[in-house]
C-alpha cells in the first residue's frame, strides 16, 4: 500500500513540476514579485504601519484578500496566455504578447506595492526606481486599454 501511495505523490509531483518549469520566464518574475509584495505586506502589519488596515496592524481577512488577488491575477495571466493560445492557433503563429504585456503590468503594479510598503516602514525609495515601474505600468495601459485597479 505505501509503495502506491509513494507512487502516486511521485507522479502528482512530476506533473506539477513539469507544468512549473515549462512556465515562461516572464510568470516566474510576476510569483517572485508577489511573493515579495506579500510578505511586505506581512512586514508593514508587524511595523504597525499598514495603510489597509484601521489599526495599521496585522489582520488575517486583510491578509486573505492579498491572497485572494495574488490568485486573482494569475487566473487573468492565464486568461491572457488562453488568448495568446487561441491567436497562435487560428494565426499558425507562436506568439505570448497579451501574457506578456499583462504579466509587465501586474509586475509593475506589484513592485510600486512593494515599494509604498517599503515606504510606509521608513525604507527610502530611489525615485528612479519608482520612475521605472510607472512608466512600466503606464506602457502596459497604452498596449492593453487596462485602467489601474483602485484601491478601496
Same mark, same amino acid.
Given at each position: 500500500m505505501w509503495? $502506491?501511495?509513494?507512487e502516486?505523490v511521485?507522479a502528482?509531483?512530476?506533473?506539477v =513540476?513539469?507544468?512549473?518549469t +515549462? *512556465?515562461?520566464?516572464?510568470i516566474?518574475v510576476?510569483?517572485a514579485v *508577489?511573493? =515579495?509584495d506579500?510578505?511586505t505586506g506581512?512586514?508593514c502589519?508587524?511595523a504597525? #504601519? ?7 496592524g %496585522?489582520s488575517?481577512a486583510t491578509a486573505? $484578500?492579498?491572497l %485572494?488577488?495574488?490568485? %486573482?491575477?494569475l #487566473?487573468? #495571466?492565464?486568461l491572457a496566455?488562453?488568448?495568446?493560445y487561441a ?6 503563429i507562436? *506568439?505570448?504578447?497579451v501574457t506578456g504585456?499583462?504579466c509587465?503590468?501586474f509586475?509593475?503594479?506589484?513592485g510600486?506595492?512593494? =515599494?509604498?510598503n517599503?515606504?510606509?516602514v +521608513? ?5 528612479? %526606481?519608482?520612475?521605472v =515601474?510607472?512608466? *512600466? $505600468?503606464?506602457?502596459?495601459e497604452?498596449r492593453? +486599454? #487596462?485602467?489601474?485597479?483602485q484601491?478601496k
Amino acid at each position: 500500500m505505501w509503495k $502506491r501511495i509513494i507512487e502516486f505523490v511521485s507522479a502528482a509531483a512530476g506533473v506539477v =513540476l513539469s507544468f512549473f518549469t +515549462g *512556465m515562461p520566464p516572464i510568470i516566474w518574475v510576476l510569483i517572485a514579485v *508577489m511573493t =515579495l509584495d506579500y510578505i511586505t505586506g506581512i512586514a508593514c502589519g508587524f511595523a504597525g #504601519v499598514s495603510p489597509k488596515t484601521p489599526t495599521g496592524g %496585522l489582520s488575517s481577512a486583510t491578509a486573505f $484578500r492579498g491572497l %485572494l488577488k495574488k490568485i %486573482l491575477i494569475l #487566473v487573468v #495571466v492565464g486568461l491572457a496566455a488562453l488568448v495568446d493560445y487561441a491567436i497562435a492557433i487560428s494565426a499558425g503563429i507562436e *506568439m505570448a504578447a497579451v501574457t506578456g504585456a499583462c504579466c509587465q503590468w501586474f509586475i509593475a503594479s506589484e513592485g510600486l506595492s512593494i =515599494l509604498e510598503n517599503a515606504a510606509a516602514v +521608513g525604507i527610502p525609495i530611489p525615485k528612479a %526606481l519608482t520612475r521605472v =515601474l510607472e512608466v *512600466m $505600468r503606464e506602457k502596459g495601459e497604452d498596449r492593453s +486599454g #487596462v485602467d489601474a485597479p483602485q484601491e478601496k
